[in-house]
């Protein structure tokens, strides 16, 4: 049953944290932002080594992929957004604002064909 549920994931395994001790208490630690693979694991180092403490490893690759389209995406966004502000608040405000009228008439000639 869980086979099916599974068959698409191409990584997948529990990692111990610390090498095991074969204790009755365990610890199982699920990673969700990763910047470099050893992610799966470091965060988990500040728990105590009485427990058995393991994390569960799955598709690094893609979390990878994600995590880096996500900085791409909030400093796109942040320089974006820092710009006009610095448009805003410097001489080049009313600069832009008596080019606009230009603007407008360009886009309207894109629309009108």
């Known amino acids: 049953m869980i086979g099916r549920h599974t068959k698409d994931v191409q ?3 529990i990692v111990p944290v610390y090498s095991p001790k074969d204790t009755l208490s365990i610890r199982l630690c699920v990673s969700g932002w ?3 693979k ?3 694991v470091n965060p988990w180092k500040i728990f105590d080594k009485s427990q058995d403490t393991f994390a569960l490893q799955w ?3 893609a979390l ?3 995590s880096d389209a996500l900085v791409t995406l909030l ?3 942040a320089i974006g957004y820092v710009q006009k502000e610095i448009i ?3 001489i080049l405000a009313s600069l832009f604002a008596s080019l606009s009228p230009l603007a407008y008439l360009q886009i309207g000639k894109i629309i009108g064909g």
């Open 38 to 40: 050893d992610d799966v």
């Open 64 to 66: 990878l992929q994600l």
């Open 88 to 90: 805003k608040r410097t």
């Open 11 to 13: 990584d997948l395994a």
């Open 59 to 61: 598709e690094v690759d």
């Open 75 to 77: 400093k796109d966004k």
């Open 34 to 36: 990763l910047n470099t």
